[in-house]
C-alpha cells in the first residue's frame, strides 16, 4: 500500500513537473514572440499552445493590444498622408496668386498708360489681400491641429500611465 501511495506521489510529481516545465516553455515562447513583434513590422498575433494557468487569457490581451495598436497606426499613417496631400494643395494655392501678381508687375512695368497701371495695381492689391487671408486661414488651422496634437499626446501619457 505504501508503495502505491508512493508510486502516485512520483506520478503527481512527474506530471506538475511536465506541466510547469510546458508553462515555463509557453511563457518563454510569448516572450520571443513579442520581442519579434517589437522589432519587425508585422501583421502576425502571438500563439499559444494551450490555455492553461491563464497563458490563454494573456495572449488574447496580447492579440487585442496588437490589433488597436495597427489600427492607430494606420489611422496615423492615413492622417499623415491627408496632411501631406494639405500641404501640397497649399502649395499650389499659394504659387498661383504669386504667380499672377508677378505677371501684373510685370505688365505694370511695361505698360505706359497711367489708366492701366492703376486697373493693373488694383487687380495686384486684391490678389495681396486673398493671399493674406489664405495664410491667415493657414495659421488657423495650424493652431488647432497643434492643439489636436496636444491632446492626442497627452492622451496617450495617460493611456500609458494606467497601463502600467
Not at 508553462?23 to 501583421?43: E, P, T
Request: aromatic share 8%.
Amino acid at each position: 500500500m505504501i508503495k502505491l501511495g508512493f508510486v502516485l506521489l512520483i506520478a503527481v510529481i512527474l506530471v506538475q513537473g511536465m506541466l510547469f516545465w510546458k508553462y515555463q516553455r509557453q511563457v518563454k515562447d510569448i516572450c520571443r514572440q513579442l520581442a519579434f513583434l517589437m522589432k519587425h513590422d508585422s501583421n502576425m498575433l502571438i500563439n499559444r499552445e494551450f490555455d492553461m494557468g491563464g497563458i490563454g487569457t494573456l495572449s488574447d490581451v496580447l492579440n487585442e493590444w496588437l490589433e488597436l495598436k495597427r489600427r492607430e497606426k494606420k489611422e496615423y499613417l492615413k492622417k499623415e498622408e491627408m496632411i501631406s496631400d494639405t500641404y501640397t494643395n497649399l502649395s499650389h494655392d499659394i504659387r498661383t496668386p504669386l504667380t499672377s501678381l508677378d505677371g501684373y508687375f510685370q505688365l505694370m512695368e511695361t505698360c505706359e498708360d497711367q489708366k492701366e497701371q492703376r486697373r493693373y495695381m488694383k487687380i495686384i492689391q486684391e490678389r495681396i489681400g486673398s493671399l493674406k487671408e489664405m495664410l491667415e486661414e493657414l495659421f488657423q488651422n495650424k493652431l488647432v491641429l497643434s492643439a489636436y496634437k496636444e491632446e492626442a499626446a497627452a492622451g496617450a501619457a495617460i493611456s500609458s500611465t494606467l497601463c502600467s
